[in-house]
Every structure is written in structure tokens, then in C-alpha cells.
Nanobody, 121 residues
Framework: QVQLVESGGGLVQAGGSLRLSCAASGSIFSINTMGWYRQAPGKQRDLVAR???????EYVSSVKGRFTISRDNANNTVYLQMNSLKPEDTGVYYC???????????????WGQGTQVTVSS
């Protein structure tokens, strides 16, 4: 059993900052990519940023220069530092991780429960 638990969402004014955290736990053999997705009201869930096991990062263009993704491999945790937040950053943020679990051959995507981020203008 693998679980992803997120924290750090909330309400912030435009221009403010938030830091999201996501910790993976359970029967984890290895973790490949860890990332964050965002789902705005009435829209599909889209990638915001991700980082692979080697530390290479990828960002959607709208957050480049404002968001920073990082990971702590020793604690199976990924972070998303969000600065200069804009109202269009509002949505539910989901943690995603590609994990190989003990006793389960292959790699699978796991999701957190989501955390709400609301940016007021």
C-alpha cells in the first residue's frame, strides 16, 4: 500500500507565496518522477511541475520563474514553492508520483487527495 499525503494549501492574496508538500509512504521500493498537477474549476487536470529521480525539473510555461519544485529523496517528499501567485493559479493541486512498490511488479502512478489553493485578486 502506497499513500501520498499533501499539505500546505490555503488562501492567499495575489503576489503572495505558498509552499506545498507531499510525502509518499508505504511499501515503496523506488520512486521515479514526482510532480504536481492543478485542476481549476471546470477544467482538466494539467501538469504544473515535475522532477525526476536525477533532479531534472520540468515546468509549465505559465509558472516558470515563479514556482520551484524540489524533492527530498531520503524522505520521499516533494515540495512546490509558489511565489508571485496570481488568481489564475487557483485550483486543486494534486501530488503525483511514479512508484515501484514492494510485491507489485512494474511502475504505477499514485495520486494524493488534493489540496486547495485559492489566490484572491
Amino acid at each position: 500500500q502506497v499513500q501520498l499525503v499533501e499539505s500546505g494549501g490555503g488562501l492567499v492574496q495575489a503576489g503572495g507565496s505558498l509552499r506545498l508538500s507531499c510525502a509518499a509512504s508505504g511499501s515503496i521500493f523506488s520512486i521515479n518522477t514526482m510532480g504536481w498537477y492543478r485542476q481549476a474549476p471546470g477544467k482538466q487536470r494539467d501538469l504544473v511541475a515535475r522532477v525526476n529521480s536525477g533532479g531534472t525539473t520540468e515546468y509549465v510555461s505559465s509558472v516558470k520563474g515563479r514556482f520551484t519544485i524540489s524533492r527530498d529523496n531520503a524522505n520521499n517528499t516533494v515540495y512546490l514553492q509558489m511565489n508571485s501567485l496570481k488568481p489564475e493559479d487557483t485550483g486543486v493541486y494534486y501530488c503525483n508520483s511514479n512508484i515501484r512498490a514492494f510485491g507489485r511488479p512494474g511502475w504505477y502512478d499514485y495520486w494524493g487527495q488534493g489540496t486547495q489553493v485559492t489566490v484572491s485578486s
